[in-house]
């Protein structure tokens, strides 16, 4: 029995104080009872920690991990801040240099496409070899140069007219008779050319090259290019216009017949010529570097 000074709370408050969770911060822990594993976030969702693993050496790795991929966040974070901001300058270095690369490449192609090789006159001004000719061989080969130069100005080189069949003769006769002379066969090869027998003018310049290329002059290189380039060999012509360049280094010595090499490097595929030239050339390394530069955007483009 209730006293009169004792009285039933209203069934409200009786609700409310037995709906009320107590802290868990301020409930005290049970004997038995294990350390909670949740916490509060900071939107005030409950959420439960990682329960620690009972490996001590994971433990440890997985700290480890953590704090290099700390320190490497870090790391990036100052870097990005300290990377100065590209001028206007900066930035339009590529297309300058993009500029550049198409101007050399437009120059070059240009001249390409208009340069080709022509077959270089004989010269009977040069006698073979002073110290192993006699008189006889003197008169005869003067005698073979003014029949060339009278042909030449009368416009009849052409074999039709027959005199330079003659002149092709006069010279078989001279190459079997002093065999070990230079200068007979390239000046034969060029009558061979004119009569259309442009097969056994290569086999006399390739003669010529094999056994005399200490005394060969720069023609003999180009004729060769040629009537190479004339049956169809490439790599032959190559051969031969760079060792015409070879002798003197120097791309612009002759322009017409350097761009015509660059032609045969992008038909062959062959450019080990520019190392060679790049170790001894002295002039104009300009024009060589550019002609690189060129061979590299033409072979792109063809792959």
């Not at 038995?32 to 920690?49: A, L, V």
């Not at 590529?94 to 240009?110: C, G, N, S, T």
């Not at 003769?169 to 002379?181: G, I, Q, T």
Request: negative net charge; aromatic residues 10%; contains cysteine.
């Amino acid at each position: 029995m209730l006293g009169a000074w004792e009285s039933v709370p209203d069934n409200e408050d009786c609700s409310k104080e037995s709906n009320e969770i107590p802290d868990a911060a301020s409930r005290p822990i049970a004997a038995d009872e294990s350390p909670s594993m949740e916490y509060i976030s900071s939107d005030g969702k409950q959420e439960k920690e990682l329960e620690p693993d009972d490996d001590p050496e994971k433990n440890e790795s997985q700290g480890r991990e953590i704090r290099n991929a700390s320190a490497e966040q870090t790391s990036l974070s100052a870097a990005s801040e300290s990377e100065p901001l590209r001028s206007d300058s900066e930035l339009a270095c590529p297309i300058e240099i993009e500029r550049q690369l198409l101007k050399i490449e437009i120059a070059f192609e240009e001249k390409r496409k208009s340069s080709e090789l022509k077959v270089v006159p004989p010269d009977f001004e040069t006698l073979p070899d002073r110290d192993f000719i006699d008189r006889h061989f003197v008169q005869s080969w003067h005698t073979i140069k003014q029949k060339y130069a009278y042909a030449s100005k009368v416009n009849e080189l052409d074999p039709k007219h027959g005199r330079i069949r003659e002149i092709a003769a006069n010279l078989r006769l001279h190459k079997d008779e002093y065999s070990s002379l230079p200068h007979i066969r390239t000046n034969l090869a060029y009558m061979h050319y004119l009569c259309g027998q442009t097969s056994d003018a290569m086999e006399e310049l390739e003669w010529e090259i094999q056994y005399f290329r200490s005394s060969l002059e720069g023609a003999t290189y180009l004729n060769a290019a040629f009537f190479a380039t004339e049956l169809g060999e490439p790599i032959k012509a190559l051969f031969y216009l760079e060792s015409y360049f070879f002798a003197t280094f120097d791309p612009s010595s002759d322009a017409n017949a350097w761009f015509v090499l660059l032609d045969l490097i992008l038909t062959t595929g062959i450019s080990a010529c520019f190392h060679l030239l790049n170790r001894h050339a002295e002039e104009n390394r300009e024009m060589l570097y550019e002609s690189l530069v060129y061979v590299l955007l033409r072979g792109k483009d063809r792959s």
